[in-house]
Structures are given as structure tokens and as C-alpha cells.
């Protein structure tokens, strides 16, 4: 069955990095994309940005743009999603998603189960 | 910037009916856009629950459907149950590995 598992929570300071990873199984790694979501606490989601895990091709939600990496191990079926010079409003809940783009399809059908990104000084 | 836009909220009795739905500030959506709602429960990963316009993903009942209403894409849900309360969320597709989120719907059933 397909899984998506994500590292675990994290604490930060302001102006550090994080990197969230993210574990795929039960499908061909290469054959979906991978998009990264983020909640903040009481708010809706949002969406950071896509990575082909075919080709490592990327988009990136504009207002990230420069502080935002993703990147594919594809000999170990892990996604990556790597934001720079934290702030207290990337407090958050990041989730990783199959993306499914091929045909009439375009959406996301797989999640992972979060990973709670705390920024405090 | 072109912006999804969804009710803040809606209520609905059990047993009822309700239409959520899903424009752009700017112009109008269509099946090209591949709209995607996932429901969302308080401390939970999104569940996603239509693709592509009007497609149940694996497991949904099918009191939940898709469709485009004028230049809309909407979301029924038919016979509303007291565990349908959740956020609902609309995702279209802006071409290029680009998605764009609504703000949600918080659904009440009362």
C-alpha cells in the first residue's frame, strides 16, 4: 500500500533552516511528483511547491521563492523539503503529497502524516 | 495573482443537503483546471475525497460529488451525515506542477 512517512517534529530559532523529510512506499518513486503543503495553526493549507520525481523539475509557490529547496533521493524513495532563514509565521504543520499529473489528472491522492515545524526564540 | 476562493462556512441539518463551491477572483473554472476537494478533520492529514472534477477517490461514499456549477466547481454532499463536520478544501490546477488552495469551508452540521 502506498505510504508517505515524515521525520519528526522540530524546533528552530529564527533565521535557521529545516529540512523535512519524506519516505515513500508501496509505488514507483519515480512515476508520481511530490508536493509540499503547510498548515499554520488555525489557518488553512497552503501550498509550497512541486517536485518531479522523475527529473527533479520544481515549481515553488512565488511568495517562498529563495528560501524554499525540494529534492529527491531516488535510490532511497525520500522527498525533501529544505526553508531557509526561518521566521515565527513558518510555524507550522508541513505535509508531503503524491502528485499525480499524467493524463486527465492532476490532484494529490496520497498525504504523509504532518510535521509540526516550530519557530521560537 | 489569481485567488481560489471558497465560502468561510456553511451549515447543514443531518440528512441535508449542501453545495460548497469554488471560483477564481478572476475568471472562471473549468474541468481544464482538474478540480480536487480533500476534507479535513481537526489534528488530521487532509483525506482527499473528489479529483478531477467529479471522481470519488477510493473508499468515499457516494453522497459526496463533483461537479462544475456554472463557472464554479462545486461539491455536494447528499444525506449529510454528523461526521461530515470538517473543513473542506478546493485545489485547483494552474498548469506547470502549479496548484492553487482555497481558503476552506468550515461545514457545520447541526
Known amino acids: 500500500q502506498v505510504q508517505l512517512v515524515q521525520s519528526g517534529a522540530e524546533v528552530k530559532k529564527p533565521g535557521a533552516s529545516v529540512k523535512v523529510s519524506c519516505k515513500a512506499s508501496g509505488y514507483t518513486f519515480t512515476s508520481y511528483g511530490i508536493s509540499w503543503v503547510r498548515q499554520a495553526p488555525g489557518q488553512g493549507l497552503e501550498w509550497m511547491g512541486w517536485i518531479s520525481a522523475y527529473n527533479g523539475n520544481t515549481n515553488y509557490a512565488q511568495k517562498l521563492q529563495g528560501r524554499v529547496t525540494m529534492t529527491t533521493d531516488t535510490s532511497t524513495s525520500t522527498a525533501y523539503m529544505e526553508l531557509r532563514s526561518l521566521r515565527s509565521d513558518d510555524t507550522a504543520v508541513y505535509y508531503c503529497a503524491r502528485a499525480v499529473t499524467y493524463g486527465d489528472y492532476a490532484h494529490f491522492d496520497y498525504w504523509g502524516q504532518g510535521t509540526l515545524v516550530t519557530v521560537s526564540s | 495573482q489569481t485567488v481560489v476562493t471558497q465560502e468561510p462556512s456553511f451549515s447543514v441539518s443531518p440528512g441535508g443537503t449542501v453545495t460548497l463551491t469554488c471560483g477564481l477572483s478572476?475568471?472562471?473554472?473549468?474541468?481544464?483546471?482538474?478540480p480536487s476537494w480533500y476534507q479535513q478533520t481537526p489534528g488530521q492529514a487532509p483525506r482527499t475525497l473528489i479529483y478531477?472534477?467529479?471522481?470519488?477517490s477510493s473508499g468515499v461514499p457516494d453522497r459526496f460529488s463533483g461537479s462544475i456549477l456554472g463557472n464554479k466547481a462545486a461539491l455536494t454532499i447528499t444525506g449529510a451525515q454528523a461526521d461530515d463536520e470538517s473543513d473542506y478544501y478546493c485545489?485547483?490546477?494552474?498548469?506547470?506542477?502549479?496548484w492553487g488552495f482555497g481558503g476552506g469551508t468550515k461545514l457545520t452540521v447541526l
Open positions: 485545489v485547483l490546477y494552474m498548469g506547470s506542477g502549479i
Open positions: 478572476s475568471g472562471s473554472v473549468s474541468t481544464s483546471y482538474y
Open positions: 478531477s472534477t467529479n471522481t470519488r
